[in-house]
């Protein structure tokens, strides 16, 4: 599954929120307004953050890249949030460790064998500090949209 296909200036926002749950709702509100997910989609969203974090902290970054079960998704995508206020996600695989996090990659996805190569481009992605600089710097939802799509080209 080619990560370009899933991503749309309009499914990208600025996000001023406050807490975690006000992001990952405002991101799953876009992707129903879309309609790319079901009703059930942000509270399924949310359960399993609380379940299971996905905050994950490189050197110079921190993201989250919350999702659920494909029951709960219409059609594949993915929507990003730049916080403007770094919010703090536990970390993936931890209880308790937290990561302040500037950039939510909050994916939709029909079929599980997508969700480990999406989520593959994301986690190479957020290890190359040249392009997440660019990410977090950028003005608009096209230079978001922009610096992905030359990421992933660059990997094939």
Not at 66 to 91: C, G
Request: proline letters at 3%.
């Amino acid at each position: 599954m080619n990560v370009n296909d899933l991503i749309r200036e309009d499914l990208v926002i600025f996000s001023n929120a406050k807490t975690k749950t006000e992001a990952i709702s405002e991101l799953a509100d876009v992707l129903y307004g879309n309609n790319k997910v079901k009703e059930s989609y942000k509270k399924a969203v949310l359960e399993r953050e609380a379940a299971f974090p996905t905050g994950l902290e490189t050197e110079h970054f921190g993201i989250a890249i919350p999702h659920t079960d494909s029951l709960h998704v219409k059609e594949p995508a993915v929507s990003i949030a730049l916080l403007e206020n770094k919010l703090p996600f536990i970390q993936m695989g931890s209880s308790d460790e937290d990561v302040q996090v500037e950039v939510i990659f909050m994916l939709a996805l029909k079929k599980a064998e997508d969700q480990l190569e999406v989520l593959q481009v994301f986690v190479d992605l957020i290890q190359d500090d040249s392009f997440m600089e660019r990410l977090v710097t950028s003005k608009n939802a096209k230079e978001i949209i922009q610096t992905i799509h030359e990421f992933s080209e660059q990997m094939t």
